[in-house]
């Protein structure tokens, strides 16, 4: 067990990035309309991530190269490979720019549970804490922050879905017996699109470098992306568990759902709840700059460390637009429509490109994958796709 929880790491990241605000809005929505009934989508949602993330992870620790970096030199043609990298960029750095509002916002609400402060106040200590942790550019430090960050999350999550008391036999009927009652097509779709995360593949691909070293960690890293994963899933589906107690009310968001449950389980419900946002928001204000800077670097094939200035650059840009925007409740709606209709179109191409990737014996020679892993990976693409028409389809 130590010698496992010595090399967790990557996985865990990844897991802190697509546990964000958006994620516990559209779990607490989920919970609050439909019950357990759809737990099923969120086991789906990390099937699918895991065999994503795993592909991209082999694909980082066995060609130590950034996933953009990978794409770009195995297509031949200028115009194909400069409109993937353009796309790639536009909708990774562009997009994340976008959204770092809402995960810096949502951390600010988790905040709010303690105390009411001025406007600016929570956004910019947020902003600060995190523009600390990347600067200090110590791979190290920025896993270990990240992985307690976490664990503070999921306890808070998992012991007020405990407290609720749910109804286990309704639970497991939820998990694996999928159903699609009536008006729930966008409240699933939300819940796959919100946990298979295109950023996530490219940060995953050019973490595993930082952390493994030689082909003889793969094992390692596989171990690492499924727990990491599984428990991430868990945390999110401890969130549909917590709102489906809920009755009554507005409830749209963790803070919503915090006031909802207050009277049932007392006010501690909402300092656990306001802890899990807070960690929530963080962790992603955190790796969306990351993830950002990791896709520049590998598209301009920039070398140097965490501490390369263009590197500190693009995440300090993101982070300080994120800080602005949160700040003045500005919704840049243009830029969030680009980034929507980008990452639309991002999320199978990505996922078609990854799979050729890792089928090509002169990339990763006799780690390519498997036909098993093939077909779960078509499987994936189809769904992908579907995601990706609905959120250009969302923006129109």
């Known amino acids: 067990m130590f010698k496992w929880t010595k090399n967790i790491g990557p996985g865990t990241l990844v897991a802190a990035a697509f546990i964000g605000p958006g994620t516990v809005t559209v779990c607490t929505k989920a919970g609050v309309q439909f019950g357990y009934s759809l737990l099923w989508a969120m086991l789906l949602s990390i099937i699918a991530t895991i065999v994503l993330q795993e592909m991209a ?23 194909v490979r400069n409109s993937a990298i353009f796309l790639i960029l536009g909708a990774i750095v562009i997009g994340n720019a976008a959204y770092e509002a809402g995960n810096i916002s949502g951390a600010a609400l988790g905040m709010q549970v303690f105390g009411e402060a001025n406007a600016v106040v929570y ?33 808070s999550f998992l012991i007020t879905a405990i407290l609720t008391k749910p109804d286990i036999m309704a639970m497991l009927k939820g998990t694996f017996v999928p159903t699609i009652p009536e008006g729930n097509v966008l409240i699933i779709i939300g819940l796959i699109g919100t ?10 691909a050019s973490l595993v470098k930082e952390k493994w070293k030689t082909k003889e960690d793969l094992s390692i890293a596989r171990k690492d992306t499924v727990i990491s994963i599984i428990l991430g899933g868990i945390v999110s589906m401890a969130i549909i568990v917590a709102a489906t107690a809920t009755t009554g009310g507005d409830i749209t968001n963790a803070f919503d759902l ?12 909402k300092y656990l709840l306001g802890i899990g946002l807070f960690a929530a928001g963080i962790t992603s204000a955190i790796t969306a700059p990351l993830a950002a800077a990791y896709v520049a670097k590998s598209c301009f094939g920039w070398k140097g460390t965490l501490k390369d200035n263009r590197f500190r650059t693009v995440w300090a840009i993101i982070l300080v637009l994120g800080v602005v925007f949160s700040s003045l409740k500005f919704n840049p709606v243009e830029v969030i429509t680009f980034a929507q209709v980008a990452n639309g179109l991002l999320l199978p191409i990505v996922a078609i490109f990854l799979v050729w990737i890792v089928n090509k014996a002169n990339v990763l020679g006799k780690y390519k994958n498997s ?7 078509i499987c994936i693409i189809l769904i992908t796709f579907v995601l990706g028409i609905k959120g250009i389809i969302s923006v129109f």
Request: no cysteine; glycine share 8%; charged share 15%.
């Open 123 to 155: 956004p910019i200590l947020i902003g600060a804490i995190a523009f600390i942790v990347l600067f200090i550019g110590n791979y190290k430090v920025l896993e270990r922050s990240l992985v307690t960050l976490v664990l503070l999350m999921s306890i």
């Open 258 to 269: 915090a006031k909802g449950l207050e009277p049932l389980y007392g006010e501690y419900a």
């Open 195 to 204: 946990t298979v995360v295109p950023y996530n593949l490219f940060l995953h």
């Open 371 to 377: 036909m098993f892993q093939n077909i779960l990976a």
């Open 57 to 79: 992870a082999r694909t980082g620790i066995i060609t130590r190269k950034g996933l953009a970096e990978v794409i770009k030199g195995q297509i031949s043609n200028p115009i």
